[in-house]
């Protein structure tokens, strides 16, 4: 049991990448105050959480209202996973500038979606909730501590963005994307596997 949560929450921490997500989070919100920032990051988890745990608890209806296989879901996670891994080893992104910082308060979109449950980890969530049904609970478990610890680093950017420095940040993120890699691999492969089947 802990090491089947475990391993959920690793998994779902990595897509996730807050840490990766820290730059454009703090570039985002840097007009704001202190006070406004925490509200505005905090609301965005939340509409994340609920999110996240409507695909996950709806996933299997939404596979058979799509009329989806669950190998087509894995081959299509494995691939969506790749690539985000990809971006993250060799991002492609730049900074917005300060001309660029978002005036208007941010609500949904960019922060709770695609950067906190974007669409590899809702499609994740769909796949995992049709494999692994009998350990729903263990999933939404993984969910709930990946996000709080997601929370936990949203929520002090501003010291994370000085201890790590921006190399820093740069680092970690491709660390992640590295293992990230490896899992879109496996997911791949044992979507492949259930097709030949």
């Not at 990051?41 to 709806?58: D, H, Q, S, W």
């Not at 690539?83 to 080893?89: A, E």
């Not at 809702?122 to 709930?144: D, P």
Request: aromatic letters at 12%; glycine letters at 4%.
């Amino acid at each position: 049991m802990f090491n089947t949560i475990l391993s959920f929450t690793i998994l779902f921490f990595i897509i996730m990448d807050p840490l990766g997500n820290l730059p454009i989070f703090i570039s985002i919100l840097k007009n704001f105050s202190v006070q406004k920032k925490r509200m505005i990051i905090c609301r965005e988890l939340l509409l994340a959480l609920i999110i996240m745990c409507f695909f996950l608890f709806t996933g299997e209806n939404i596979l058979k209202i799509l009329h989806l296989k669950i190998y087509s879901i894995s081959i299509a996670g494995g691939l969506i996973l790749f690539l985000i891994s990809i971006k993250m080893i060799f991002p492609e992104y730049t900074l917005p500038q300060k001309n660029n910082i978002m005036l208007e308060e941010p609500f949904l979109v960019p922060l709770a979606i695609p950067l906190i449950s974007g669409p590899s980890l809702l499609a994740t969530l769909i796949l995992l909730s049709k494999q692994y049904t009998s350990k729903i609970w263990y999933i939404f478990s993984a969910v709930i501590i990946s996000w709080c610890i997601t929370s936990i680093i949203l929520l002090s950017s501003d010291f994370f963005s000085k201890f790590l420095g921006e190399k820093g940040l740069k680092a970690i993120e491709k660390i992640m994307g590295l293992i990230l890699i490896m899992l879109s691999t496996q997911m791949f492969l044992d979507g492949l596997k259930i097709w030949i089947k």
